[in-house]
Nanobody, 115 residues
Framework: QVQLMESGGGLVQPGGSLRLSCAAS????????MGWYRQAPGKQRELVAT???????NYADSVKGRFTISRDNAKNTVNLQMNSLKPEDTAVYYC?????????WGQGTQVTVSS
């Protein structure tokens, strides 16, 4: 059973930074893709950033140049460094991992950007 545990959310002022981390319980697997999604109140869940085993990354246009995704394949962890945060980045952020076309999700961590 794969479990994903997120950490690092919280309240930050506009222009500030936060770092999200996610650790997978199944260290014996190598996930094809790991990434982050977010869901704001009243909106659909959307992709934030993904990274493959080989290190190829994909970002939503709204976060390009501000967010950086990274992963440690040996530890099955994925991180999201978020800089220059804006109020519109406020959402619940979910860790995602894909293994053999099956998606696994974390419970989510709240990020609130407000003065």
């Amino acid at each position: 059973q794969v479990q994903l545990m997120e950490s690092g959310g919280g309240l930050v002022q506009p222009g500030g930074s936060l770092r999200l981390s996610c650790a997978a319980s199944a260290s014996s697997f190598s996930f094809d893709v790991m990434g982050w999604y977010r869901q704001a109140p009243g909106k659909q869940r959307e992709l934030v950033a993904t990274i493959t085993t080989g290190g190829s990354t994909n970002y939503a246009d709204s976060v390009k140049g501000r967010f950086t995704i990274s992963r440690d394949n040996a530890k099955n962890t994925v991180n999201l460094q978020m800089n220059s945060l804006k109020p519109e980045d406020t959402a619940v952020y979910y860790c995602n991992a894909v293994l053999y076309w099956t998606h696994y999700w974390g419970q989510g961590t709240q990020v609130t950007v407000s003065s």
